[in-house]
């Protein structure tokens, strides 16, 4: 089945040491999503590429980068984990970004910060 | 800026009593409205897409209706494995494919 994979499941790590979570689609979709979701709370949009375009979201920190070396894969750094970074990320898919499409969403990554 | 809200916040239900989820919004110009579940420790999983007032879409239990200042996901005859947290999100025109979600309602449907 197509599908969205996000690695690892769980991520611990320390405050200020750098993190990398991972996104992989077999869906061949153009655009690929980065959320954050905090415990009982909305997910909200990071970035996003659409295709090699990368668009940052203005309220985005510059904490978090991001990186898509293919059509497949994209990553999420976190340069210093701070606590208030403990989330759960979420990637999504869509086929593009000009109509109303819909964003499929990956299994998540529960980041830890101690 | 849009916003979205869910209402109400949590949801308690007897197995078989139907019930609605309510989504208010405040767009620019709407681009769709999409429904998702989400199950503890899970991502979002798709449910609807509604574009326009007046339009509705069933799925088994459920059907999303939707006006022009919000959408109610209706429940019939819930089952336990409809518990879940439910969320509703909006693209607006003037923010591409942006999706903006509200908080959620998390339904718990005993047998």
């Known amino acids: 089945d197509a599908m969205v994979i996000q690695n690892p499941r769980y991520q611990v790590t320390q405050f200020g040491k750098p993190v990398t979570l991972s996104c992989s689609q077999t869906?061949?979709?153009?655009?690929m999503y980065w959320y954050q979701q905090k415990s009982s709370q909305a997910p909200k949009l990071l970035f996003h590429y659409y295709d090699k375009d990368f668009n940052n979201e203005a309220d985005t920190p510059d904490n978090f980068q991001s990186r898509r070396p293919n059509t497949s894969f994209c990553f999420l750094d976190i340069r210093s984990p701070g606590l208030g970074d403990a989330a759960m990320y979420l990637c999504?898919?869509?086929?593009?970004?000009?109509?109303?499409?819909?964003?499929?969403f990956g299994p998540g990554t529960r980041l830890t910060v101690l | 800026e849009d916003q979205v809200t869910q209402s109400p916040e949590a949801l308690r239900l007897q197995e078989g009593e139907s019930s609605s989820l309510n989504c208010s919004y405040t767009v620019s110009g709407l681009r769709g409205l999409f429904w998702y579940r989400q199950d503890p420790g899970k991502g979002p999983e798709f449910l609807f897409t509604l574009y326009s007032a007046g339009e509705e879409k069933e799925k088994e239990r459920l059907k999303a209706t939707l006006t022009k200042k919000e959408s109610f996901l209706h429940i019939t005859a819930p089952k336990p494995e409809d518990s879940a947290t439910y969320l509703c999100?909006?693209?607006?025109?003037?923010?591409?494919?942006?999706?903006?979600f509200g908080a959620g309602t998390i339904l718990r449907v005993k047998s």
């Open positions: 999504a898919t869509s086929r593009d970004n000009r109509v109303a499409d819909t964003q499929y």
């Open positions: 999100a909006v693209q607006d025109m003037e923010y591409g494919n942006k999706l903006v």
């Open positions: 869906l061949n979709h153009n655009v």
